[in-house]
């Protein structure tokens, strides 16, 4: 159950630090930035889990998922390479847009797995293990958008009647 800390500190610690030596040194650091960064280390870790732990997360998802080890590697890929998007500053508005994406269709694995006791992470224990995983799900996501696609100075309903 150390994982969802784990994420929430690779996270948020590099926005953490940045922010605290502005205050203290009296300088300006990218906290925008700071933030991506954060969520490139996010997106780094959890790929990594892709490659370490492929059985058990081939077991998140349904039988009826054909190629559930090959898609645990590509999705693992597909993290690593929306890590950089988040390291590179003129990417991180589309790896903004495209980690969304990635959180909100690969969650219902984690329904699954929690509903179905997957021994993985902490969905053995069952649905209640989504009273964790959802809320942290949302705030990767939130501080996705507030750091990465929303526009700075914009306000969250010009920046969704844009999109809608």
Avoid: C
Avoid at 100 to 116: D, E, G, K, R, W
Wanted: glycine fraction near 8%; charge should be positive; avoid cysteine.
């Amino acid at each position: 159950m150390t994982t969802p800390i784990i994420m929430l500190v690779l996270m948020t610690m590099p926005y953490l630090v940045a922010r605290a030596l502005s205050i203290a040194m009296r300088l300006h650091f990218d906290l925008r930035g700071a933030a991506a960064i954060g969520l490139g280390m996010l997106f780094m870790f959890t790929g990594m889990g892709h490659f370490i732990q492929t059985e058990p997360m081939a077991q998140m998802l349904p039988p009826w998922v054909s190629e559930r080890e090959l898609l645990v590697y590509l999705t693992g890929v597909l993290e690593f390479a929306i890590a950089i998007g988040f390291f590179l500053p003129g990417s991180r508005r589309l790896a903004g847009w495209a980690a969304a994406t990635v959180l909100i269709l690969f969650f219902p694995a984690n329904i699954y797995a929690a509903i179905n006791y997957v021994p993985m992470g902490g969905h053995a224990w069952g649905p209640l293990y989504l009273l964790i995983r959802a809320p942290l799900q949302i705030s990767i996501l939130l501080w996705v958008y507030w750091f990465t696609i929303r526009q700075p100075g914009e306000s969250p309903q010009s920046s969704a009647a844009r999109v809608g």
